[in-house]
């Protein structure tokens, strides 16, 4: 489910097109074959149809192929910030743009500055000296293979241009897949005024970890998961008394039977400790996380998650993604009520 993978995504294949329709018009392509890549681009390329639940309303702010393949937002002011892969830009690793209500997009940090941006979030004033700066978990150089190797922290400082460097590499831990911190999902600082402040927390698939890095530049691990038994942890946000981590988990990982609902959100305690009774269950593949603000309807304060059903990685050639990814509200008695369905493999929800 990487970035810069040799075997391409939804996106990969909207780039690819994109290219081969300019070099068409290089060339004495007969018209037939043009009209066939129009109809391949467009099928690709095509904005999602989503579907929503009485109450509310759904429209698309960034249509398909403006963004290469983004995940995760963070609002700031006015905008949002939002991480995107480096899509065709060979080895330039990722970026992260602004993106405003009608979908104008202006680069933060832009290809060329940042490693592989897998999650990121804003350092607070009580980081060490770093407040103000970005933290991202991140492939430590960009390709396939670095997507399976452990990962790293990366520092960004926004100064006019914008620099980045390595804060510490996340060690391995566990036995699963000999304990590699590898197929990083999101990350995120603790909040500031609870047992998890000055903290940055990262997340890690491969090994089924959560660690927590420190501005004195301690990466450790902090929390453990067995596959198995809770699943491998794919999100994570916190309970609005901030005396738990929430976190996405799935026993499938990020592909495999959407129907399986082996999908749940746990509570991990400041001390690492993993809770025995879910949040939620019954979904599938449960990624990013936000509750509902006062206001939002009648469903101020409820828990929301995107499930992003079969991945369905890899992508295979002219092949587009199923629409099978959903939003869910969790009510306080647990279950999952459907908000909205038709995405493209959904991540973030703010």
């Known amino acids: 489910m990487r970035k ?14 994109i290219l081969l329709l300019i070099l068409v018009g290089h060339l004495a392509v007969p018209a037939r074959a043009e009209t066939e890549l129009h ?3 467009r099928r690709l390329l095509r904005p999602p149809a989503i579907h929503v639940e009485p109450g509310f309303t759904a429209r698309v702010i960034v249509p398909p192929g403006e963004l290469y393949d983004p995940a995760w937002m963070r609002p700031r002011g006015a905008v949002v910030w939002v991480n995107d892969d480096g899509g065709e830009e060979g080895d330039k690793g990722g970026r992260i743009v602004a993106i405003d209500r009608s979908g104008g997009i202006v680069p933060v940090a832009d290809l060329g500055t940042l490693l592989p941006v897998v999650g990121f979030d804003v ?11 970005i933290f991202t978990l991140a492939q430590a150089r960009a390709g396939l293979a670095a997507a399976s190797a452990n990962h790293v922290i990366q520092r960004v400082q926004l100064h ?3 620099t980045a460097s390595v804060f510490c590499t996340l ?3 566990g036995t699963v897949n000999q304990g590699v911190s ?12 609870s047992p998890f402040a000055g903290k940055f927390f990262a997340v890690t698939m491969l090994n089924a ?21 809770v699943g491998v942890p794919l999100g994570l946000q916190f309970a609005t008394d901030h005396a738990t981590m929430l976190v996405s988990v799935s026993k499938h990982g990020a592909s495999g039977d959407a129907g399986a609902q082996r999908g749940a959100i746990v509570r991990v305690r400041p001390d690492g400790g993993i809770e025995d009774e879910p949040v939620a269950s019954g979904l599938a ?7 509902a603000p006062e206001g939002f309807g009648s469903y101020g304060g409820q828990l929301f998650v995107a499930d992003a059903g079969d991945f369905g990685i890899p992508v295979k050639m002219t092949q587009p993604v199923a629409d099978d990814g959903t939003v869910y509200r969790i009510t306080p008695d647990g279950r999952a009520h459907l908000v909205a369905s038709g995405f493209f493999n959904p991540s973030g929800v703010r």
């Not at 810069?4 to 097109?17: I, M």
């Not at 590898?182 to 005024?193: C, K, R």
């Open 123 to 133: 350092a607070p004033d009580g980081f060490g000296t770093y407040g103000g700066d």
């Open 39 to 41: 109809k391949l681009e």
């Open 4 to 17: 810069s993978s040799p075997k391409p995504t939804l996106r990969d294949l909207g780039a690819f097109s």
């Open 285 to 291: 593949v449960p990624t990013g996380m936000d509750f």
């Open 160 to 162: 006019r241009p914008p």
């Open 182 to 193: 590898g197929f990083g999902a999101a990350a995120g600082f603790g909040p500031e005024h």
């Open 171 to 173: 060690p391995n831990n």
């Open 209 to 229: 970890t959560v660690y927590q890095v420190t501005a004195d530049g301690a990466c450790t691990p902090f929390a453990t998961f067995d596959p198995t038994r």
